[in-house]
């Protein structure tokens, strides 16, 4: 007869190590299943049996058609390769963690996981499983990370936002600087400008002045002297020859000193620009200006233009003569056309030459007078304008407001018979 004894303890030892061996699974902190040599899923805690609740049946299920049923396909063929060869050699294996979306669930789920061979109470190889649901963790992380990510763009931001704030404040006070000093610089060319009036009002003053002072001072004096040589001259008749010749000399010199001084006097100002007006001291100058250079010029005017104010009537004049002079000296012209219109409310000169012109914005040509001439029209309200090109004529142009109370007067003046002037500023040869 078989003794059984030996048998019957063999399977209560092999029963007991079962049991134990389910107890350790089952109250292992951690998910833990268990595939056996003939990869079938042979045991489960709670915590896997959760994880797989949606396979049904799950013990003794084929655990290739588990991994499937759970993972894409793609993850499911990875781990069962995986726990085929950790099977067969008996190396342990530890997942690096992934993050994949569950075909059972629909949900993304993390998970960490390492797996060892072990010898079942059966006695063969099998592998166990040890595994956790680290989802929450990575979604925490994720989060973090997130809030890191956005702290950190806040506190760039803030600090953009304060760089903005700072270079917003240094635009405006640039801003008002930049306004202070414009304004610094309008009043500072508005303080020109008038000290410019001023210096020409005090120069035109002087030159009257100083006319007079020639006319009835210096001239008066050498015509008394010329009187008393003349007187002289007729006492000493029974004189010798040289008493009588001496004086001829001195009078004929004191003649030219005279001639000199009142020529002197009408080119620092013509008295006749205050006793008669404008139109006849441009004529007496455009004589003279003619004689001497030989320049043909041709005057045609208004006759409003002879009530102008003193200012208005002097500023033309010197415009005048400036110009003039500028042709003399630069234009090579053999040929000049001075004309003074009223226009609305308006006079309007210009001044035309047939000379070889120049560039009005060059710099070597501002010492020709124009800023003075400029200077001048905008003192009394008026627009000045130069019109000129190398190798063309020069067009000088000016406009000044007239006078409210202008009473006409029948002028009949011109220069070389070439003009006539009527109460409607007409002219006629």
Not at 183 to 210: I, P
Request: aromatic share 4%; net charge positive; proline share 3%.
């Amino acid at each position: 007869m078989v003794d059984i004894t030996e048998r019957k303890r063999a399977e209560e030892i092999c029963h007991r190590s079962e049991t134990l061996f389910a107890a350790v699974v089952s109250q292992a902190p951690v998910g833990v299943y268990v595939v056996d040599a003939g990869f079938r899923l042979q045991q489960a805690n709670p915590i896997a049996m959760r994880i797989f609740e949606n396979v049904h049946p799950l013990i003794g299920r084929g655990f290739s058609e588990v991994s499937r049923t759970v993972w894409p396909r793609r993850i499911a063929d990875q781990i069962v390769a995986q726990f085929k060869r950790t099977l067969e050699s008996g190396e342990s294996f530890q997942s690096p963690p992934f993050n994949e979306l569950r075909r059972d669930t629909g949900m993304k789920e993390a998970y960490e996981w390492q797996i060892q061979r072990v010898t079942l109470p059966a006695g063969e190889y099998g592998v166990v499983c040890f595994f956790n649901n680290i989802t929450h963790r990575v979604r925490a992380e994720a989060a973090q990370r997130r809030a890191d990510v956005l702290a950190g763009s806040n506190l760039k931001l803030k600090q953009e936002i304060v760089r903005r704030k700072l270079a917003q404040e240094d635009l405006r006070v640039s801003r008002m600087e930049q306004s202070k000093l414009l304004k610094q610089s309008r009043l500072q060319q508005k303080q020109m400008r008038e000290l410019s009036h001023q210096v020409l009002n005090a120069q035109e003053g002087e030159r009257k002045r100083v006319s007079r002072e020639l006319h009835d001072v210096i001239a008066q004096t050498l015509v008394g002297i010329n009187v008393h040589l003349a007187a002289l001259g007729q006492a000493a008749a029974s004189d010798p020859a040289g008493l009588q010749t001496q004086i001829s000399r001195t009078h004929l010199l004191v003649e030219n000193a005279v001639d000199m001084v009142h020529g002197f006097a009408r080119e620092l100002r013509p008295t006749v620009l205050d006793d008669l007006g404008l139109l006849p001291a441009l004529q007496a100058f455009m004589k003279g200006f003619i004689a001497e250079t030989g320049i043909r010029v041709s005057l045609k005017a208004s006759a409003k233009v002879d009530q102008l104010t003193g200012a208005a009537r002097t500023a033309l004049y010197r415009i005048v003569q400036e110009a003039l002079t500028n042709v003399s000296r630069h234009a090579k012209a053999s040929r000049a056309d001075v004309k003074i219109e009223c226009l609305d409310g308006l006079i309007s000169m210009e001044i035309r030459d047939n000379g070889q012109g120049f560039n009005p914005k060059g710099k070597k040509h501002s010492r020709l007078g124009l800023i003075g001439m400029r200077e001048r029209v905008e003192m009394i309200g008026g627009k000045f304008r130069v019109e000129s090109a190398a190798g063309e004529s020069t067009t000088v142009h000016v406009e000044i407001p007239m006078g409210k109370n202008v009473r006409l007067r029948r002028v009949s003046r011109g220069v070389g018979g070439q003009v006539v002037l009527n109460d409607a500023g007409d002219s006629r040869k």
